[in-house]
């Protein structure tokens, strides 16, 4: 291949020379030529691009693996921040957890003892976040949580330490406080502002909170630390609840001794509930008209390791703040059920029914073991519930209560007359008794003969609707007579027969109510029992 050649000649060409021949002699020598200019253009621009593909070949072959080294130190320190992160903070609502914020409390306690700087650790419980995702759904539950992290950030100060302790529980470290009075205007603000409604997942929500408040003093010898100072902080919030919840309460010593009292009820009821070693007492109820027992009321009762036990009003609403009452309720409905099936026929045994039972969704089927498992007559066992379970008149309550009613078992409205709706229940739901409230008969002693006219409309309204009527705490003699006067149909309370264990239900079984006296009018004497402690 040639290039050049003047004028005759194309810029790029092949030339060759081909010898003519004639007779076998060479005669003559053509040259010949071929133009190759545009072959070779179009050669060239392949190899340029050629050139250009291994050039970038090359190049990719070194960018892959270094972007991917690039991308994997990425992702590696996003994982590490991350990880970082989440040592540090709760997942769910972004605040700082449990472990950071005791480290950040005690490097301000030691500023503080250093700088002589007053500094206040809020303790703050969302109430009853157990009924709300029990009701509503964890997801909801997950959402208020998320809305209480960002109110409790809106209204706190950047310097403030804002964490999530755990489950429901929040706290709050200020140091910009100088008073107690200061702390507990921050405290009712706090309040005001979780109490707002919200939107939790698509679901209106309205809550409460209860709120500790404990001042420290980092001059004190010794000073407290981030342990013992949260702990005080959560003593004092327990206090609120145990008010009534939605409030705040400032600590103070001696709510440190009633805390460990706390504490120790709690793990007596854990251990009870483990190994089932509650106790059931049973109190007699009494037909006015025969005086013999057509029933015992089951009553549950705490050992408290001492010989005696521990009242029923301190340990129940412990173990519904603990979330037990449904496996409790549930034990309470087997032993009662079991004892029962001991008895002579026709003698009924009531059981008391939680509203903690009815939402979780428990009580239909606990009532069917018991029933099972016992082989009592479903007839013979009363169900009592009070107006507090139908206030909200769910669907699924009454479902429930229809269910049991399937079963064969009495349903039985306690405490009749205390609330503002008893009448309307009365149709609404079919019972089979009503049992009026102790505070009606405990009235009957007063002067007020308003009360024996209240007390005799029920007895006509239960009559009227074909109900059983019982009256709860029986303790005079008075009252006893009243009650019989009225046509009351059975009668319950300390003076006929106080609650007893087990084992001494049987003589009370054989024992008469009454007994005659000269003229033949029926005596009313307490029974000589042991009273539980």
């Given at each position: 291949m040639k290039t050049g050649g003047g004028p005759d000649r194309p810029p790029v060409f092949v030339e060759a020379y081909v010898p003519v021949l004639s007779e076998g002699r060479l005669t003559a020598v053509t040259e010949v030529y071929v133009d190759q200019t545009e072959k070779l253009a179009v050669y060239q621009a392949h190899m340029a691009w050629a050139t250009v593909g291994l050039v970038g070949l090359v190049g990719l072959a070194f960018a892959l693996p270094a972007a991917g080294f690039f991308w994997r130190s990425r992702q590696k320190r996003k994982a590490d921040e991350r990880i970082s992160f989440l040592a540090h903070h709760d997942e769910m609502t972004g605040l700082a957890n449990r472990s950071t914020f005791m480290a950040a409390l005690d490097a301000a306690i030691e500023a503080a003892r250093v700088g002589h700087e007053p500094l206040v650790v809020f303790y703050i419980d969302v109430d009853r976040f157990k009924d709300i995702n029990d009701s509503l759904g964890h997801d909801v539950g997950d959402g208020l949580l998320r809305v209480v992290a960002r109110r409790l950030r809106a209204i706190t100060d950047p310097r403030d330490l804002v964490a999530r302790i755990g489950g429901d529980e929040f706290a709050i470290v200020r140091e910009s406080i100088r008073d107690n009075a200061s702390a507990q205007r921050f405290a009712q603000e706090l309040i005001a502002t979780l109490a707002t409604p919200c939107q939790a997942n698509g679901h209106d929500v309205t809550t409460t909170a209860s709120?500790?408040?404990?001042?420290?003093?980092?001059?004190?010898?010794?000073?407290?630390?981030?342990?013992?100072?949260?702990?005080?902080?959560?003593?004092?919030?327990?206090?609120?609840?145990?008010?009534?919840?939605?409030?705040?309460?400032?600590?103070?010593?001696?709510?440190?001794?009633?805390?460990q009292a706390r504490r120790q009820l709690e793990q007596m009821i854990r251990r009870a509930n483990a190994d089932e070693s509650f106790e059931l007492h049973f109190q007699p109820l009494y037909d006015d008209r025969h005086g013999r027992p057509v029933g015992f009321e089951a009553l549950l009762r705490l050992p408290d390791g001492r010989g005696g036990h521990v009242a029923p009003g301190v340990f129940i609403p412990v173990a519904e703040d603990m979330g037990l009452v449904s496996s409790i309720g549930a034990w309470v409905l087997r032993r009662a059920c079991k004892v029962a099936s001991r008895w002579p026929d026709g003698v009924r045994v009531a059981v008391n029914l939680s509203p903690a039972q009815f939402a979780d969704g428990s009580v239909v089927a606990a009532v069917e073991a018991a029933l099972r498992e016992s082989g009592l007559a479903p007839h013979l066992l009363e169900l009592e519930i009070t107006e507090g379970l139908l206030l909200d008149e769910t669907e699924r309550v009454m479902r429930d209560l229809h269910a049991l009613r399937a079963l064969g078992t009495s349903i039985v409205m306690d405490d009749f007359g205390t609330g503002y709706s008893s009448l309307s229940y009365l149709w609404k739901f079919p019972f089979d008794k009503i049992k009026i409230d102790r505070s009606f008969v405990s009235a009957l002693s007063d002067a007020d003969p308003s009360v024996g006219n209240i007390v005799r409309t029920i007895v006509a309204l239960g009559q009227q609707l074909h109900l059983k009527v019982t009256a709860e705490g029986v303790e005079t003699e008075l009252q006893a007579r009243f009650l019989h006067d009225a046509e009351c149909d059975q009668l319950q309370g300390f003076l006929l027969g106080r609650p007893v264990p087990e084992r001494q239900v049987g003589p009370l079984l054989e024992a008469p109510m009454a007994a005659a006296n000269s003229d033949g009018d029926a005596r009313y004497h307490p029974r000589e029992q042991p009273i539980p402690g």
């Amino acid at each position: 291949m040639k290039t050049g050649g003047g004028p005759d000649r194309p810029p790029v060409f092949v030339e060759a020379y081909v010898p003519v021949l004639s007779e076998g002699r060479l005669t003559a020598v053509t040259e010949v030529y071929v133009d190759q200019t545009e072959k070779l253009a179009v050669y060239q621009a392949h190899m340029a691009w050629a050139t250009v593909g291994l050039v970038g070949l090359v190049g990719l072959a070194f960018a892959l693996p270094a972007a991917g080294f690039f991308w994997r130190s990425r992702q590696k320190r996003k994982a590490d921040e991350r990880i970082s992160f989440l040592a540090h903070h709760d997942e769910m609502t972004g605040l700082a957890n449990r472990s950071t914020f005791m480290a950040a409390l005690d490097a301000a306690i030691e500023a503080a003892r250093v700088g002589h700087e007053p500094l206040v650790v809020f303790y703050i419980d969302v109430d009853r976040f157990k009924d709300i995702n029990d009701s509503l759904g964890h997801d909801v539950g997950d959402g208020l949580l998320r809305v209480v992290a960002r109110r409790l950030r809106a209204i706190t100060d950047p310097r403030d330490l804002v964490a999530r302790i755990g489950g429901d529980e929040f706290a709050i470290v200020r140091e910009s406080i100088r008073d107690n009075a200061s702390a507990q205007r921050f405290a009712q603000e706090l309040i005001a502002t979780l109490a707002t409604p919200c939107q939790a997942n698509g679901h209106d929500v309205t809550t409460t909170a209860s709120i500790g408040i404990l001042p420290i003093d980092a001059q004190a010898t010794p000073a407290p630390d981030a342990v013992l100072a949260l702990k005080r902080a959560d003593i004092a919030m327990y206090r609120a609840k145990a008010q009534g919840r939605n409030r705040w309460c400032l600590f103070s010593p001696e709510m440190d001794v009633e805390l460990q009292a706390r504490r120790q009820l709690e793990q007596m009821i854990r251990r009870a509930n483990a190994d089932e070693s509650f106790e059931l007492h049973f109190q007699p109820l009494y037909d006015d008209r025969h005086g013999r027992p057509v029933g015992f009321e089951a009553l549950l009762r705490l050992p408290d390791g001492r010989g005696g036990h521990v009242a029923p009003g301190v340990f129940i609403p412990v173990a519904e703040d603990m979330g037990l009452v449904s496996s409790i309720g549930a034990w309470v409905l087997r032993r009662a059920c079991k004892v029962a099936s001991r008895w002579p026929d026709g003698v009924r045994v009531a059981v008391n029914l939680s509203p903690a039972q009815f939402a979780d969704g428990s009580v239909v089927a606990a009532v069917e073991a018991a029933l099972r498992e016992s082989g009592l007559a479903p007839h013979l066992l009363e169900l009592e519930i009070t107006e507090g379970l139908l206030l909200d008149e769910t669907e699924r309550v009454m479902r429930d209560l229809h269910a049991l009613r399937a079963l064969g078992t009495s349903i039985v409205m306690d405490d009749f007359g205390t609330g503002y709706s008893s009448l309307s229940y009365l149709w609404k739901f079919p019972f089979d008794k009503i049992k009026i409230d102790r505070s009606f008969v405990s009235a009957l002693s007063d002067a007020d003969p308003s009360v024996g006219n209240i007390v005799r409309t029920i007895v006509a309204l239960g009559q009227q609707l074909h109900l059983k009527v019982t009256a709860e705490g029986v303790e005079t003699e008075l009252q006893a007579r009243f009650l019989h006067d009225a046509e009351c149909d059975q009668l319950q309370g300390f003076l006929l027969g106080r609650p007893v264990p087990e084992r001494q239900v049987g003589p009370l079984l054989e024992a008469p109510m009454a007994a005659a006296n000269s003229d033949g009018d029926a005596r009313y004497h307490p029974r000589e029992q042991p009273i539980p402690g």
